[in-house]
């Protein structure tokens, strides 16, 4: 860990404790707001997600937490009593968003962490504690969801991380030095994840489940297995009007047959989720054929021998459709992450605290997904009163926020007494 340091010595200084969540976020309310497509568009390194970035060092400086930036672009903000940052119980999400995504997922995590984290220094809670802003969790700039966490594990390589493009075909090296990291020094942070006695993530639900139980808040069991593809689908670029409907190769017509299979086979897989979110011709004119059409694919099952078995079904009709329009197809596996079943002892002892609340899987990706390979992980969820994710109409009603933080400090207050007993883990 390295590099910047807030200007506020840490004091340890419990903030007011005036703040609430949605007061927090009403201080972001208007950061990045995309009048286009409605909702929020915060890719990483944006301006927008670097205002956010600003605003949490700020909010975390306030606090008295020591807040620097990690190799992998990780803000980091300590309470380290003694200056001891080890055994430490860690919360955090994320502040960049998918392209016209709502205002919870990601922040409501940041935001309810500082807020528990008040109610901590209010209760007198101690040891190490840490919240964590990891960047592009939703791949939506550069293709990888969870990278600033795959880096860190070694889930992915620096060498393919920075090499992954932007839409303008930026890499992620030159964008991530362009905003203060070294590239050079990105990878596997072993470190820093031995710092953590536990992370625990609470995140806005992102669909129905808790409207349904009719409870603020769960406690996560599993996160289904996904996955996504790239299909490029080529032909022949041409002229709309000179080119005779018996003389084309147009790849548009075998990604659109495949959009409506993809669907098929899904829907034929029980627990199977398959979606086509994202779709570019090239080179994308309304009086040109394409030359060539890329799809991107996300697939979900929760067994992932399935997943596996489906995209390769789902590649075979690809090649079958392109090739009734002359075309030809090829896939490319772009991230891929198995159904991760989170500690049943932690989940449950966390549950019970809770005073019993629900446990419910999602199928949406975290960054708690990626690190519970690495370190004792749990979730939780606060109710989502519209089931409505990735849109601009995902809710949260202002007093499950407060009841979400509520239960993330008592989470980690729980966390906190199990980390003071444990044996001491040694610092590589
Ligand atoms: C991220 O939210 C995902 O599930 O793709
Ligand atoms: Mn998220
Ligand atoms: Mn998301």
Redesign the pocket.
């Known amino acids: 860990m390295s590099t910047e340091h807030s200007s506020t010595e840490h004091t340890g200084t419990p903030a007011s404790s005036a703040d609430t969540v949605a007061g927090l976020l009403g201080q972001i309310a208007d950061v990045g707001r995309d009048p286009k497509r409605g909702g929020y568009s915060r890719p990483v390194h944006s301006d927008a997600e670097h205002t956010l970035r600003e605003w949490f060092r700020e909010q975390a400086a306030r606090r008295g937490l020591d807040v620097e930036t990690d190799r992998n672009g990780t803000i980091w903000a300590w309470h380290a009593p003694g200056g001891r940052r080890e055994n430490a119980v860690v919360t955090g999400s994320h502040l960049d968003s ?1 392209p016209g995504g709502g205002a919870y ?1 990601g922040p409501l995590g940041i935001a309810s962490a500082l807020v528990a984290f008040d109610r901590l220094a209010e209760r007198g809670t101690g040891g190490a504690r840490a919240i964590a802003v990891f960047g592009e ?3 939506s700039r550069f293709g990888v ?2 990278l600033g966490s795959r880096l860190a594990t070694g889930a992915i390589s620096p060498e393919r991380a920075l090499a992954l493009t932007d839409a303008d075909g930026r890499t992620y090296a030159e964008v991530a030095e362009r905003s203060g990291l070294d590239p050079t020094h990105m990878g596997p942070d072993p470190d820093t994840l031995a710092r953590m006695a536990a992370f625990v993530e609470l995140h806005v639900e ?1 669909g129905r489940g808790l409207v349904d139980l009719g409870s603020p808040v769960a406690v996560a069991t599993s ?2 297995g ?1 996955g ?1 593809w790239r299909i490029s689908i080529s032909g022949e670029g041409n002229h709309a009007g000179t080119t005779l409907m018996t003389d084309r190769r147009d790849p548009m017509i075998a990604a659109g047959a495949l959009v409506v299979r993809v669907r098929d086979l899904a829907r034929a897989e029980p627990g199977a989720r398959a979606t086509v979110g994202r779709l570019q011709p090239i080179p994308g004119g309304t009086n040109v054929i394409a030359s060539r059409v890329d799809v991107w694919l ?1 697939v ?1 099952h929760p067994e992932d021998a399935v997943t596996a078995a489906l995209v390769e079904q789902i590649g075979a009709e690809a090649s079958r459709l392109a090739a009734d329009e002359g075309c030809t197809a090829t896939l490319t596996e772009e991230s891929f992450g198995g159904t991760v079943d989170f500690d049943a002892g932690l989940r449950d002892r966390l549950a019970a605290r809770l005073g019993d609340v629900p446990l419910l899987p ?5 960054d708690a997904g990626v690190l519970n390979a690495h370190v004792p992980t749990a979730m939780l969820f606060t109710r989502n009163p519209t089931g409505v ?2 849109a601009p109409d995902e809710g949260c009603e202002d007093t499950d926020a407060e009841a979400g933080a509520e239960a993330l400090a008592d989470s980690m207050e729980l966390l906190a007494d199990t980390a003071s007993t444990a044996p001491e883990r040694p610092l590589p």
């Not at 999602?362 to 975290?366: D, K």
């Open positions: 998918v997922d969790e939703e791949g969801a969870c992102q996160i289904l996904h996504r996300d979900r999602t199928g949406a990706g975290h994710s990735h």
